[in-house]
């Protein structure tokens, strides 16, 4: 009777112990910030991956899919099961992101392009979205079962990068991701594909009646979506060192924060969105209880939604 | 043996309810709210707490009132509370989002909700949760279930006629035309805010006592009761079964929450209790694409031209189609 | 807050609005007398159907004052435009296509009593014969309009001609004083535009003051009184018909597309003076 899945609540459960500095001197108060400064940045790296990828998607689709979150989900499982038959951890990585971006392409031809040729209203696709999300995360239970699974890869003690306080593990998360999102600015500004992005999220008719194929557009968004999305889903997963089936769907709203505070279908304000949203939760995260975390998150994506939903940085046009 | 269908029918009733409830706002009105399930909590905590006293819980346990008014009270105030709730959101949200907004935005207060409650422990417990709720009237337990399936039976009962009314009147046709077309109806004089208001307390009210019906017949309520998630079944049901109509609304509670949960019980079991549900919210997930796909009135679609004396004649699918496309 | 002659029923003016930088409408003034038929012409991009918008409530006014009776209704949003006696049709016509037709029709009558919840639900004897009555009506609207036999059909499976007859019907419903009308005969057969124009002059001879929007000459020779010619934005003149047609500026303004009113200026127009 109670649902099909397990926990739904997650504790952030730091690898570090949350700041319990002695408290005097204001210079401390000063680095405590700075310290969730640093944890921002790494949530940061990691949710900006995935609200890239849900940007782009929306972009040209012109619907939130909310099953990304279960996306997210899948790739570190299957990145997971690789690394315990032994595989490199980057190789791992990048299968579960092949494997996402397959099956980004599958959820648009199997479920949301016959309703996009139908032409719904937008409600059809999202409660199709909900669908896909009770599918694909109920399959995850199946086969892996619904409890928690450590995943986790220690690289080596904490640092101390100049006042922040991390990992190598986050380091190499955000080095992974600015890489990454660099690679993706110079494809979409420089390659023809690039270019045929940008003209079908502009205006999709119009991009047809130069030539672009625009199914053909849909369809590898889907995928660069879904291999994005998965190694987010690796880094966050990383980031917790626990992986159960629904890790993706709680952080998607977080990652739904980023998206609308950078301006919907707006990949590069989504980054900026990212930055916002990882800092803005990880510092109120230090001062209030850190089980109210998230709820800062949705609460965020609340009073956005209701009072500037064009987000934080709104002008005309999409991808500039 | 008796039991077992007792329990099945009682849980389907109150099921049913919510699944008639929900029907009001999103079938008639077209009013999303994914947040359903919150109001069916609100209800179930507000009716325990006005219940059950001080004394209930042997562990102790935190929570706020802890009156010991009549169980028909409780039951009523917790409706109360879930619509004037549902009022203030309502105020707040549904006029000014497009539905995929909304959708995000009632989802995210939903789990909000759920986090304080699950954290916040002098509200309601907790994560713990509450127990030992008095029974609504004291006799074994195995009639207990019969009291509380007539108890539930006679109020869907009420509530199917309450909908029936609605819909055969100019209330439900006002609120039809809403749903289709805002901007025709305001060219014809009617504001829309106050109709919908109406539906969606009414809603509100109904989840709020469907809640407060769970928490008599289990006699606990925790966290743990309404995930987020529940919300997302209630609606696939209610679509499934047929969306606008309440036999609809009553055809997808008693198959998709209730089939699915005991047939899946007689399925050979993969090996752990989760697995069972897993099954169930798959099929639930396919299930709801398909229809959304091939069948969108759902199992047992709207059906008007009862009230206007006519055999019933199934809306063409091709002019529903048609008429969307025209209207993007 | 003066209105002119109490023999007006609508008086516009001074009437301006733009669309971003752009005036569509803008100096605009003119008035509708009581009872009659009064068209608005002019070609595309003349600013009508933003005038329609504006007096229906759609949208506001940048400038300018409208009075209706007397009163002024500038800024005022739909709901309460049409409660005060103005009913509209649209330019495509706008049904709700899963309902029923005489759904669609009844849906625009006024002050219905079942409308309201708790009466709907608890009070059924206070609106019963209010819905009968109105059932009836309905039906009767619909039969004078030809849509008789489709009474119980969605309203998406009607052709666009029907719809547009529909339409009428359902603003019909209100008992509104004035009545605008969105090009009602676009892309219809011409039988069915005869039928329209005859069915505008039996409302008008009830009473009803109706203002439309036209290309069609023919169509317009035999419903409107009256005409009202926008150019640009604003009013060029008015006048009866067969007079403005013959004026320079009205036919500049229609630049040098087949000049306003000459045999050939629409596919029907030939078929409707054959049919003379």
Not at chain 1, 266 to 274: C, S
Request: charged fraction near 15%.
């Amino acid at each position: 009777m109670c649902g099909g899945s397990g926990a739904f609540t997650k504790r952030r459960i730091h690898h570090l112990l949350p700041l319990q500095l002695p408290k005097d001197s204001r210079g401390l108060i000063l680095s405590q910030f700075l310290v969730a400064v640093g944890f921002g940045l790494a949530t940061a790296s990691v949710v900006a991956l995935a609200a890239v990828a849900v940007s782009l998607q929306v972009s040209v689709t012109n619907f939130i899919n909310f099953a990304y979150g279960d996306f997210m989900t899948f790739g570190a499982y299957i990145a997971w099961s690789a690394t315990r038959h032994g595989i490199n951890l980057v190789l791992a990585i990048i299968l579960g992101g092949i494997a996402t971006g397959l099956l980004g392409v599958l959820a648009n031809i199997l479920v949301f392009r016959p309703f996009m040729r139908q032409g719904v209203r937008p409600v059809t696709l999202l409660i199709a979205g909900v669908g896909l999300s009770f599918v694909v995360q109920n399959a995850l239970t199946l086969i892996w079962g619904a409890e928690p699974v450590r995943f986790n890869v220690t690289l080596g003690n904490s640092l101390h990068v100049g006042p922040f306080i991390l990992t190598p593990g986050d380091l190499a998360m955000f080095a992974t991701s600015v890489v990454l999102l660099v690679m993706l600015h110079l494809m979409l500004a420089y390659t023809k594909f690039g270019k045929a992005l940008r003209a079908t999220s502009n205006n999709a008719d119009l991009a047809k009646a130069c030539g672009i194929d625009s199914e053909r557009v849909v369809s590898i968004t889907w995928f660069l979506a879904g291999l994005l999305t998965a190694v987010a889903g690796v880094g966050l997963v990383l980031q917790e060192s626990t992986l159960d089936p629904t890790t993706g769907f709680t952080e998607l709203f977080v990652i739904f924060g980023a998206v609308i505070l950078g301006g919907i279908g707006r990949p590069y304000g989504a980054m900026l969105g990212a930055l916002a949203i990882g800092l803005l939760t990880e510092i109120s995260g230090a001062y209030l209880n850190a089980a109210y975390k998230t709820s800062i998150a949705f609460g965020v994506v609340i009073v956005l939604l209701l009072f500037r939903p064009q987000g934080l940085f709104a002008t005309k046009g999409k991808i500039s | 043996m008796v039991y077992y269908v007792t329990d099945l029918l009682l849980l389907g009733c109150i099921n049913s309810i919510m699944v008639v409830g929900l029907n009001l706002q999103y079938g008639y009105t077209g009013l999303l709210n994914f947040a359903y399930y919150t109001y069916v909590a609100i209800g179930a905590y507000v009716a325990a707490v006005t219940t059950m006293g001080r004394t209930a819980m042997l562990g102790g346990g935190t929570y706020i009132l802890g009156w010991t008014l009549p169980w028909y009270v409780g039951l009523l105030i917790g409706g109360v509370v879930a619509a004037i709730l549902g009022a203030v959101v309502f105020g707040f949200t549904v006029r000014r989002l497009r539905s995929d907004y909304l959708a995000i935005v009632t989802v995210s207060a939903a789990f909000i909700f759920w986090n304080i409650i699950n954290t916040y422990e002098p509200l309601f417990n907790g994560a713990t949760g509450l127990y030992n709720v008095p029974n609504i009237i004291s006799t074994s337990t195995a009639r207990y279930t019969l009291v509380m399936l007539a108890l539930s039976a006679g109020i869907l009962a009420v509530c199917v006629w309450a909908s029936r009314r609605i819909f055969r009147s100019p209330f439900g046709r006002l609120l039809r035309s809403m749903r289709e077309d805002e901007a025709v109806t305001s060219a014809f004089g009617r504001t829309s805010w106050q109709p919908q208001l109406w539906i969606f307390m009414i809603g509100c009210f109904i989840a709020g006592i469907a809640g407060g019906l769970f928490v008599f017949s289990i006699t606990a309520w925790s966290p743990y009761a309404f995930l987020p998630l529940e919300s997302f079944i209630l609606l696939a049901a209610l679509i499934v079964g047929g969306a606008g109509n309440y036999w609809g609304a009553l055809l997808g509670a008693f198959v998709l929450i209730e089939g699915l949960a005991e047939l899946s019980r007689f399925l050979p079991s993969f090996g752990g209790g989760a697995d069972v549900g897993a099954i169930r919210a798959i099929v639930i997930g396919v299930v709801l694409i398909l229809m959304l796909r091939y069948r969108r009135g759902g199992l047992i679609p709207e059906r008007w031209l009862h009230w206007y004396g006519q055999p019933t004649k199934q809306v063409l699918p091709k002019a529903r189609f048609a008429a969307v496309r025209r209207a993007r | 807050m003066s209105s002119d002659t109490s023999d007006d029923l609508l008086t516009i003016r001074d009437v301006g609005y733009a669309y971003g930088g752009v005036w569509a409408v803008k100096g605009c003034s003119f008035s509708v007398r009581r009872g009659e038929v009064t068209g608005l012409i002019g070609p595309n991009g003349a600013g009508k159907s933003t005038m329609i918008e504006m007096l229906s409530g759609t949208l506001s006014p940048r400038e300018g004052k409208i009075y209706f009776e007397g009163a002024d209704i500038t800024g005022l949003g739909p709901a309460q435009v049409s409660r005060k006696g103005i009913a509209r049709t649209f330019q495509t016509a706008r049904v709700l296509a899963t309902l029923p037709v005489i759904e669609n029709v009844i849906l625009a009558a006024q002050d219905q009593i079942g409308e309201n919840p708790l009466k709907a639900l608890f009070s059924r004897g206070s609106w019963r014969s209010q819905e009968e009555d109105l059932r009836k009506e309905a039906s009767s609207l619909l039969d004078w309009l030809g849509l008789g036999h489709h009474l119980l059909s969605p309203a998406g499976t009607l052709s666009g001609g029907q719809r547009r007859l529909m339409e009428i019907a359902r603003a019909l419903m209100a008992h509104p004083k004035l009545m605008l009308l969105d090009e009602p005969t676009a892309g219809v057969f011409p039988e069915t535009s005869q039928l329209i124009a005859s069915r505008i002059r039996e409302i008008a001879a009830q009473g009803v003051t109706v203002l439309l929007i036209a290309h069609n000459m023919g169509f317009l020779s035999t419903v409107a009184d009256d005409v009202v010619v926008m150019a640009e934005g604003r009013v060029l003149t008015r006048g009866p018909l067969e007079i403005v047609r013959e004026h320079a500026d009205v036919v500049s303004a229609y630049l040098g597309t087949a000049a306003v009113g000459s045999p050939d200026s629409g596919p029907t127009t030939a078929r409707e003076r054959a049919s003379e």
